[in-house]
């Protein structure tokens, strides 16, 4: 049986998700988060926004991509009905020629920052050799876990122009599958990739290209494919601890009520609602004369007492 996804409120995007082992909240842009219970073992995965890839917009050889976004893994305590500021990095702009490609800005969440991508990932095929764009960084896994999907992959590299008419060269894929680099041709030069959303992957470089003059006795350096652009960064954050419920035993607040080995789907007392749905049918306890019952007992041991209205249908 899948978690129960905590009760949250979030002014930013976001999306929740859940399996039998954990639930999960992916914030998607920046905003205000704040659960409606005490999580005392958060575990949060903050991505910053990958850096866009390389490009000169002319030349044979093919340019890089661009790095990834820093990944950190976290365990935070979060209290109940207290807003926590949470900022998600953006992707770096594409290279252009006579620009270098932009930075991705960090993201941020619990205290805890992780710097956007820069600078350059996957290495480019030279012009003229068929060379293959190289892979962009692998990335890092969400919380560690090998089971999760890798984030902050670079961009590959993209490949360099060909020599004969008919090839084509392979852009280097982007690390953990996004943000590959542009193909590299004889007539035209391949457009990148962009590194894909919410996962701070670098975009990939542009590929390269030759061009032919009327004669065809002459090759020119000339435009190549676009650069691709970074990808936007995420916070995702996941847990096991199921929220709390109105009901103190020894003084502990609880998180499920069993009676007789079953899991109470409802609690009254004295005709009020006090948590959930249908106790008596779920307990088989009280039947009202073969009518679902909505009260229950109250009291410890032998002095356990029915509610008045209960009471006065005895």
Same mark, same amino acid.
């Given at each position: ?136 960084? /692998? ?19 993209? /490949? ?19 943000? /590959? ?30 061009y032919d003059d009327e ?10 494919? /676009? ?68 009260h229950a007992l109250y ?16």
């Open positions: 049986m899948a978690k129960k996804i905590p009760s949250y409120e979030y002014t930013g995007e976001h999306e929740a998700a859940a399996d039998e082992r954990y639930w999960y909240i992916y914030l998607k842009s920046s905003g205000s988060l704040t659960f409606g219970h005490e999580k005392k073992m958060l575990e949060a995965c903050i991505v910053g926004g990958g850096a866009g890839g390389e490009s000169d917009n002319g030349g044979t050889d093919g340019e890089r991509g661009g790095n990834g976004g820093q990944v950190k893994n976290i365990t935070q305590h979060v209290l109940a009905d207290t807003p926590y500021p949470i900022v998600v990095g953006s992707g770096g702009a594409a290279g252009i020629k006579g620009a270098f490609p932009g930075k991705g800005t960090a993201s941020s969440a619990f205290g805890t920052s992780a710097s956007g991508g820069e600078g350059a990932s996957g290495g480019a095929g030279a012009g003229g050799t068929g060379g293959k764009g190289e892979a962009g960084g /692998a990335g890092t896994y969400a919380f560690g876990d090998s089971s999760m999907l890798r984030y902050g992959g670079g961009g590959g590299g993209g /490949a360099g122009a060909q020599t004969g008419e008919n090839e084509r060269g392979t852009g280097g894929a982007g690390g953990g599958g996004r943000g /590959a680099g542009g193909a590299g041709a004889y007539t035209e030069g391949g457009a990148a990739q962009n590194g894909a959303e919410h996962t701070g992957g670098g975009g990939g470089g542009e590929g390269g290209f030759y004669f065809g006795d002459q090759r020119y350096d000339a435009a190549g494919g /676009a650069a691709g652009e970074g990808g936007s960064g995420v916070v995702i954050l996941r847990g096991t601890e199921e929220d709390l419920i109105p009901v103190f035993f020894n003084g502990t607040q609880l998180s499920v009520v069993i009676l007789n080995g079953k899991k109470a789907a409802g609690m009254v007392y004295d005709g009020v609602r006090l948590y959930a749905r249908r106790l008596a049918e779920r307990t088989g306890i009280l039947n009202g004369g073969g009518r679902r019952e909505r009291g410890q041991g032998g002095n356990q007492k029915r509610c008045t209205e209960c009471a006065q249908r005895a």
